[in-house]
């Protein structure tokens, strides 16, 4: 015991009686079980929605990134499918689409969105910013070419989402580390800010790495560090950021840090004004915030 399991097929196949389902067992989908007592785990809920599907269905999606590698994915996010179903069950989510053969893999035992036909699929279904760093954080994990995701825009060129996919491609980046750090990318891009660039090394005189940054611009010599909340509860990780910042700032770096008390309007003037201050004489521009539906940019803190 300890599988999840279609409640149908295993009674009539002899491995469990119908008691010891009812008594052991409990339904996470209708006729998919895990045993009771357990919380099942997103790779349970996984398998149950594939099972669910009665084996035909293909996994995609973020629960596909997770097979893939990525990170930063909860237990409890929705299941996506691309199988012959229009009704299904709360924690599912099954789509009748197209998909061919070359953008299935397989995973654990069961048929999977490749990393390039997952990607498609976050960019397509997901809103901007969540789906870029749900793409970042499966780039991170098992890189894919951008070229193979945009032959895939062509393929399914008209279908819904493609326009969207199509124009968060370019921003995708494998060296976000987390979610997080992938918003602190996007604010500085949507503002007007030049691209920052991620994990950029910094080496001192000698040519060894004193740190590597979060992002930046190396051609001004800025960098911007995202401060989770491991820099908070890790003490020898925040004694550590303190003891390199002056060396940083002695080799001619100027970095910001980030966290999420702080407002998205000073994040970026003061970005703006350290690349100025660096020589840099572009325009900072909020109104393509404000079209994402960012309104009130001005009044947001960082979480």
Known sequence: MGEVLIGTEAIAGGAITRHTLQRCYRPIYPNVHVPKGR????RDRTIGGW????????VTGTA???LHGAEWIDDDVAIELIAPHNRFPR??????ERIELDEITCIAGIPVATAERTACDLGRFLPRRQAIARMD???RA?????DEVVRLAQRYRGARGVAQLKSILPLVDGGAASPRETWLRLLYIDAGLPRPATQIPIYDE?????RTVDMGWEEFQVASEYDGGQHQTDRGQYVKDLRVLPKLAQLGWDVMRVIKEDWESEVIARADRALRARGWDGTVDDGGRRDRGETAFQQRKCG
Not at 91 to 96: F, K
């Open 39 to 42: 919380e099942p785990s997103l």
């Open 51 to 58: 099972l669910w599907t009665r084996r035909t269905g293909i």
């Open 64 to 66: 596909a990134s997770a």
């Open 91 to 96: 924690g599912l989510v099954v789509r009748d």
């Open 137 to 139: 954080a499966l780039m």
């Open 142 to 146: 098992r890189p894919f070419e951008i």
């Open 206 to 210: 000698w040519g060894r790495v004193v």
